[in-house]
Nanobody, 120 residues
Framework: QVQLVESGGGLVQAGGSLRLSCAAS????????MGWFRQAPGKEREFVAS????????YYADSVKGRFTISRDNAKNTVYLQMNSLKPEDTAAYYC?????????????WGKGTLVTVSS
């Protein structure tokens, strides 16, 4: 079973950038499509971005398209989310997950996430 640990969150001003990381344990990480999701206070968890196991396909929610970039390094068992031009509405806890189906259905088994706070 793959375990996922998110990091890289923090407090940033609107217009700033952050890079999130998701470190995975387990030797089979490279065979999984992966996704980032987020949950804002009082709201349901939503899809943000996904990347195929070989990194040849990516998919983004309309709300982050053109501002966020998902990538992965299978040699390091890590998925990244580069977030630029951050907006206050991007404030949320961010989670990575294995995809049960492409492009945005998570497997479940959520980790602790990493908190991103964007001030106006």
């Amino acid at each position: 079973q793959v375990q996922l640990v998110e990091s890289g969150g923090g407090l940033v001003q609107a217009g700033g950038s952050l890079r999130l990381s998701c470190a995975a344990s387990g030797r089979t990480f490279s065979i999984y499509d992966m996704g980032w999701f987020r949950q804002a206070p009082g709201k349901e968890r939503e899809f943000v971005a996904s990347i195929s196991w070989s990194a040849d396909s990516t998919y983004y929610a309309d709300s982050v398209k053109g501002r966020f970039t998902i990538s992965r390094d299978n040699a390091k068992n890590t998925v990244y989310l580069q977030m630029n031009s951050l907006k206050p509405e991007d404030t949320a806890a961010y989670y990575c997950n294995i995809l049960r189906s492409w492009p945005s259905t998570p497997m479940g088994y959520w980790g602790k996430g990493t908190l991103v706070t964007v001030s106006s």
